[in-house]
């Protein structure tokens, strides 16, 4: 059986703000609204439940609360990218610019890149750790994650549990 939440309808969303390194316009800060479907197969429990929508909603949450109005900085390779973190703020030098950012308004996110596939891999490789919290969840076979950042483009990862 199967299950989904529709990021939009349910308040699945963040908004938040990157720099890509490159020319064009991603290459100055800029944001994106995004918001996460979410699809998970498993099998009934007892109460004819395949998991505990309000449960799975609280945790998308609090995953979304963690990019919520933060600029995003990526382990790009200091050959792009290079951060400095000083004691109020982080000093970064990225396309020949340079950004001196409070470190309460940045999210530094272990991630190659800051493109839409990288950040639905982060994103369901969170869920994942929730997911197999047996206390919480059933056992789930499969999820899926679409991570979308508007304008049409959006990343879908299916996890297997």
């Known amino acids: ?14 908004e938040c703000m990157h720099i890509v390194p490159g020319k064009g316009d991603c290459s100055r800060i800029h944001p994106h609204f995004h ?3 979410v699809l998970i197969d498993g099998e009934f429990d007892d109460k004819r439940r395949i998991v505990h929508l309000y449960n799975l909603k609280a945790v998308i949450k609090r995953i979304c609360s963690t ?10 390779p200091e050959s792009v990218q290079r951060i400095v973190m000083e004691e109020l703020h982080y000093r970064i030098e990225i396309n ?15 991630c190659p ?6 950040l639905t891999v982060y994103f ?3 869920l994942a750790a929730d997911l ?10 499969y999820f899926e994650v679409t991570l979308s950042e508007g304008h049409g483009q959006r990343g879908r990862i299916k996890i297997e549990l």
């Open 1 to 14: 059986m199967i299950v989904e939440l529709n990021g939009k309808e349910a308040g699945l969303t963040f």
């Open 35 to 37: 918001y996460v479907d």
């Open 67 to 76: 990019f919520e109005d933060k600029i995003l900085i990526a382990d790009y």
């Open 96 to 110: 020949g610019k340079m950004y001196l950012i409070p470190k309460a308004d940045i999210f530094k996110i272990e």
């Open 113 to 118: 890149s800051l493109n839409i596939e990288d």
């Open 124 to 126: 369901a490789g969170e």
């Open 132 to 141: 197999k919290n047996r206390e919480m969840f059933n056992p789930i076979n």
